[in-house]
Protein backbone atom coordinates (compact mmCIF):
# COMPACT_ATOMS: atom_id res chain seq x y z
CA UNK A 1 0.00 0.00 0.00
CA UNK A 2 1.29 3.11 -0.82
CA UNK A 3 1.61 6.31 1.95
CA UNK A 4 0.38 9.47 2.17
CA UNK A 5 2.06 12.50 2.69
CA UNK A 6 2.86 13.75 6.29
CA UNK A 7 1.87 16.91 7.44
CA UNK A 8 5.34 18.43 6.78
CA UNK A 9 5.59 17.06 3.38
CA UNK A 10 2.17 18.42 2.12
CA UNK A 11 3.00 21.81 3.74
CA UNK A 12 6.23 22.19 2.60
CA UNK A 13 4.80 21.06 -0.95
CA UNK A 14 1.92 23.56 -0.51
CA UNK A 15 4.32 26.18 0.55
CA UNK A 16 6.89 25.71 -2.72
CA UNK A 17 3.82 25.59 -5.03
CA UNK A 18 2.63 28.84 -3.53
CA UNK A 19 5.71 30.52 -3.95
CA UNK A 20 6.37 29.52 -7.69
CA UNK A 21 2.85 30.36 -8.43
CA UNK A 22 3.54 34.08 -7.45
CA UNK A 23 7.64 33.94 -8.36
CA UNK A 24 6.07 32.98 -12.24
CA UNK A 25 2.78 34.66 -12.37
CA UNK A 26 0.52 36.00 -9.36
CA UNK A 27 -0.59 34.23 -5.40
CA UNK A 28 -3.12 31.61 -5.84
CA UNK A 29 -6.78 32.69 -5.40
CA UNK A 30 -9.42 31.22 -7.28
CA UNK A 31 -13.29 32.72 -6.11
CA UNK A 32 -12.91 35.57 -8.45
CA UNK A 33 -13.58 33.14 -10.88
CA UNK A 34 -16.74 32.08 -9.41
CA UNK A 35 -17.82 36.05 -10.11
CA UNK A 36 -16.33 35.58 -13.84
CA UNK A 37 -18.48 32.45 -14.09
CA UNK A 38 -21.94 34.20 -13.11
CA UNK A 39 -20.34 37.24 -15.51
CA UNK A 40 -20.43 34.90 -18.08
CA UNK A 41 -23.40 33.29 -17.83
CA UNK A 42 -25.29 36.73 -17.08
CA UNK A 43 -23.66 38.40 -20.02
CA UNK A 44 -25.00 34.69 -22.39
CA UNK A 45 -28.52 35.60 -21.02
CA UNK A 46 -28.49 39.91 -21.76
CA UNK A 47 -25.58 40.22 -24.02
CA UNK A 48 -25.39 43.98 -22.17
CA UNK A 49 -23.14 43.38 -19.14
CA UNK A 50 -20.03 43.77 -20.34
CA UNK A 51 -19.04 46.05 -23.44
CA UNK A 52 -15.77 46.74 -25.10
CA UNK A 53 -14.81 50.30 -24.83
CA UNK A 54 -11.13 50.96 -25.96
CA UNK A 55 -10.84 53.89 -23.68
CA UNK A 56 -11.44 51.85 -20.95
CA UNK A 57 -7.89 50.98 -18.87
CA UNK A 58 -8.83 47.57 -19.40
CA UNK A 59 -10.33 47.49 -22.75
CA UNK A 60 -14.00 46.70 -21.44
CA UNK A 61 -16.42 48.19 -19.66
CA UNK A 62 -19.65 47.02 -17.33
CA UNK A 63 -22.89 48.80 -16.37
CA UNK A 64 -22.49 46.91 -13.05
CA UNK A 65 -20.20 48.56 -10.50
CA UNK A 66 -19.23 45.08 -8.79
CA UNK A 67 -18.13 43.76 -12.47
CA UNK A 68 -16.40 47.14 -13.80
CA UNK A 69 -14.14 47.25 -10.53
CA UNK A 70 -10.57 47.92 -11.17
CA UNK A 71 -10.67 49.59 -14.37
CA UNK A 72 -12.71 47.08 -15.87
CA UNK A 73 -10.45 43.93 -15.17
CA UNK A 74 -13.58 41.59 -13.95
CA UNK A 75 -15.52 42.71 -17.25
CA UNK A 76 -12.17 42.09 -19.24
CA UNK A 77 -12.32 38.07 -18.12
CA UNK A 78 -15.76 38.02 -18.79
CA UNK A 79 -15.25 38.66 -22.17
CA UNK A 80 -12.13 36.94 -22.36
CA UNK A 81 -11.95 33.99 -20.49
CA UNK A 82 -9.10 32.43 -21.26
CA UNK A 83 -7.21 33.85 -18.01
CA UNK A 84 -4.94 32.51 -15.92
CA UNK A 85 -7.09 32.35 -13.11
CA UNK A 86 -10.37 30.75 -15.52
CA UNK A 87 -7.63 28.05 -16.54
CA UNK A 88 -6.33 27.96 -12.79
CA UNK A 89 -9.66 26.78 -11.51
CA UNK A 90 -10.49 24.43 -14.38
CA UNK A 91 -7.13 23.02 -13.94
CA UNK A 92 -7.44 21.87 -10.65
CA UNK A 93 -11.06 20.14 -11.07
CA UNK A 94 -9.40 18.39 -14.36
CA UNK A 95 -6.29 17.40 -11.68
CA UNK A 96 -8.39 16.43 -9.18
CA UNK A 97 -10.65 13.67 -11.36
CA UNK A 98 -7.31 12.61 -13.04
CA UNK A 99 -5.88 11.80 -9.81
CA UNK A 100 -8.59 10.11 -8.22
CA UNK A 101 -8.86 8.20 -11.67
CA UNK A 102 -5.64 7.34 -11.86
CA UNK A 103 -3.41 7.16 -8.19
CA UNK A 104 -3.07 3.76 -6.26
CA UNK A 105 -3.71 4.57 -3.08
CA UNK A 106 -7.32 4.62 -1.72
CA UNK A 107 -8.60 5.98 1.24
CA UNK A 108 -9.70 3.12 3.74
CA UNK A 109 -13.51 2.61 4.48
CA UNK A 110 -14.05 4.50 7.33
CA UNK A 111 -12.56 7.92 6.40
CA UNK A 112 -15.20 7.27 3.09
CA UNK A 113 -18.16 8.04 5.52
CA UNK A 114 -18.92 10.38 8.32
CA UNK A 115 -16.94 10.74 11.31
CA UNK A 116 -18.76 9.02 14.78
CA UNK A 117 -18.65 12.51 15.82
CA UNK A 118 -20.96 13.76 12.88
CA UNK A 119 -22.92 10.24 13.31
CA UNK A 120 -23.48 10.64 17.14
CA UNK A 121 -24.74 14.34 16.44
CA UNK A 122 -26.80 13.91 13.06
CA UNK A 123 -27.06 10.54 11.91
CA UNK A 124 -25.25 8.49 9.13
CA UNK A 125 -27.59 9.62 5.80
CA UNK A 126 -25.20 11.35 3.76
CA UNK A 127 -28.12 13.95 2.08
CA UNK A 128 -28.04 15.61 5.55
CA UNK A 129 -23.86 15.84 5.62
CA UNK A 130 -24.16 16.65 1.75
CA UNK A 131 -26.72 19.77 2.68
CA UNK A 132 -24.73 21.20 5.40
CA UNK A 133 -21.55 21.18 3.48
CA UNK A 134 -22.88 23.02 1.04
CA UNK A 135 -24.86 25.61 3.42
CA UNK A 136 -21.29 26.01 5.20
CA UNK A 137 -18.83 26.45 2.01
CA UNK A 138 -21.68 29.10 0.46
CA UNK A 139 -21.41 31.19 3.97
CA UNK A 140 -17.46 30.69 4.16
CA UNK A 141 -17.49 31.55 0.11
CA UNK A 142 -19.69 34.39 0.54
CA UNK A 143 -17.85 36.06 3.48
CA UNK A 144 -14.57 35.27 1.68
CA UNK A 145 -15.83 37.55 -1.26
CA UNK A 146 -16.89 40.28 1.18
CA UNK A 147 -13.10 40.42 2.57
CA UNK A 148 -12.30 40.81 -1.30
CA UNK A 149 -10.46 37.58 -1.87
CA UNK A 150 -11.39 33.92 -0.87
CA UNK A 151 -9.80 31.37 1.50
CA UNK A 152 -7.10 30.41 -0.66
CA UNK A 153 -6.10 33.82 -1.58
CA UNK A 154 -6.66 35.09 2.15
CA UNK A 155 -4.87 32.22 4.21
CA UNK A 156 -2.75 30.37 1.88
CA UNK A 157 -1.35 33.31 -0.53
CA UNK A 158 -2.21 36.13 1.94
CA UNK A 159 -0.64 34.48 5.08
CA UNK A 160 2.50 33.64 2.53
CA UNK A 161 2.70 37.17 2.11
CA UNK A 162 2.57 38.68 5.52
CA UNK A 163 -0.99 40.22 4.49
CA UNK A 164 -2.82 41.49 7.47
CA UNK A 165 -6.36 40.92 5.88
CA UNK A 166 -4.92 37.31 5.45
CA UNK A 167 -4.34 37.27 8.87
CA UNK A 168 -7.72 38.54 10.00
CA UNK A 169 -9.77 36.35 8.06
CA UNK A 170 -7.64 33.21 9.16
CA UNK A 171 -8.33 34.41 12.82
CA UNK A 172 -12.24 35.10 11.68
CA UNK A 173 -12.43 31.46 10.49
CA UNK A 174 -11.22 30.00 13.30
CA UNK A 175 -13.03 32.05 15.89
CA UNK A 176 -16.05 31.34 14.87
CA UNK A 177 -15.82 27.93 13.23
CA UNK A 178 -14.55 26.86 16.76
CA UNK A 179 -17.57 27.75 18.47
CA UNK A 180 -19.84 26.74 16.20
CA UNK A 181 -18.15 23.13 15.79
CA UNK A 182 -18.48 23.03 19.91
CA UNK A 183 -22.25 23.84 19.96
CA UNK A 184 -23.08 21.77 16.51
CA UNK A 185 -21.22 18.81 18.14
CA UNK A 186 -22.06 18.95 21.44
CA UNK A 187 -23.94 15.62 21.29
CA UNK A 188 -21.16 13.79 19.63
CA UNK A 189 -19.23 13.99 23.00
CA UNK A 190 -21.86 11.50 24.90
Avoid at 72 to 92: E, T
Avoid at 94 to 102: A, D, K, R
Avoid at 105 to 110: E, L, T
Amino acid sequence: MEERWNWLAGGLALGLTCLLAVYMIKPIGVSTQYVILDGIIWNAVSGDIVKKVPKAPKGYSSPNPYLNKSGGKYAKNIAKPANYGFIFVLSMILGGIISSLTMAWRPPASDRTAPPVWQKSFGREPVKRYIFTFIAGLLVLYGARLAGGCTSGHMISGMMQTSLSGYLFAAGVFGSGIPLAVILFKNGDK
